[in-house]
């Protein structure tokens, strides 16, 4: 399998040609994460384009839509030798970020490893985060962000968290463009990653109490 093709396809916007390629892996037994880290370069390629001029807004929602269709047909191959039900975890956008293509990988990786996912979509405000958290007695909380303001939005979040004496009860990892170690640290959060996959296992470690 030419994980190098998927990377293409992805950054050129060939939906029939990434779709094909995707069946492609699940019909051959091959690398299913390897093809999801290929299709995530690729996206990463379409975000230079965007930021070259090669490619518009419209551009950037068709990337998405095709890349979530794409995680769609190899869900099954993601999900072979996961096994178990890990039970439910929150996962949004922040509040004051619209962003939404990062968070949709990892609900369909998450949602592949195993956990039902609660996704309260975009722009998510804490009060609602910590409600939710609460009446479905959920401990795994997922925050997602690519714009700088989101770090604001995160650091709130663990805080209405803290003020509604939760802060003990659940676990908080963050993730997206503008976070980091250090940011991740001001934030209050229990964990960081850049990797869709890393945090798929980092909340399966959570969940498994590893």
């Known amino acids: 399998m030419n994980f190098e093709d998927i990377k293409n396809a ?9 779709l094909e ?30 930021e070259e001029g090669e490619y518009f807004v419209g551009d950037l929602i068709y990337a998405g839509e095709i ?6 047909i190899i869900k099954p191959a993601l999900s072979e030798g996961e096994g178990g039900n890990l039970g439910r975890i929150i996962l949004c956008t922040v509040k ?3 962003h939404d293509i990062g968070k949709n990988i990892v609900k369909s990786l998450l949602e592949a490893g195993g956990f039902e996912v609660l996704d309260l979509g975009i722009d998510t405000p804490a009060e609602k985060i910590v409600e939710t958290a609460k009446t479905e007695n959920i401990k795994i909380i997922a925050l997602s962000g690519v714009l700088t303001l989101a770090l604001d939005s995160m650091k709130a979040t663990v805080q209405a968290f803290t003020d509604a004496g939760m802060r003990d009860d659940v676990k908080i990892i963050v993730g997206g463009a503008p976070v980091n170690e250090v940011s991740a640290r001001n934030i209050g959060a ?7 996959q890393k945090t798929v296992s980092i909340c399966r470690g959570w969940a498994l109490g590893e």
């Open 96 to 98: 004051d970020d619209l």
């Open 10 to 18: 992805m950054q050129d916007l060939d939906e029939d040609a990434l």
């Open 21 to 50: 390629l995707m069946q492609e892996v699940v019909d051959s037994g091959a690398d299913a994460m390897e093809a999801v880290k290929a299709c995530q370069e690729g996206m990463e390629g379409v975000g230079k384009l965007f």
């Open 190 to 196: 229990d964990a960081w990653t850049s990797s869709p």
């Open 67 to 72: 890349l979530t269709g794409a995680i769609e």
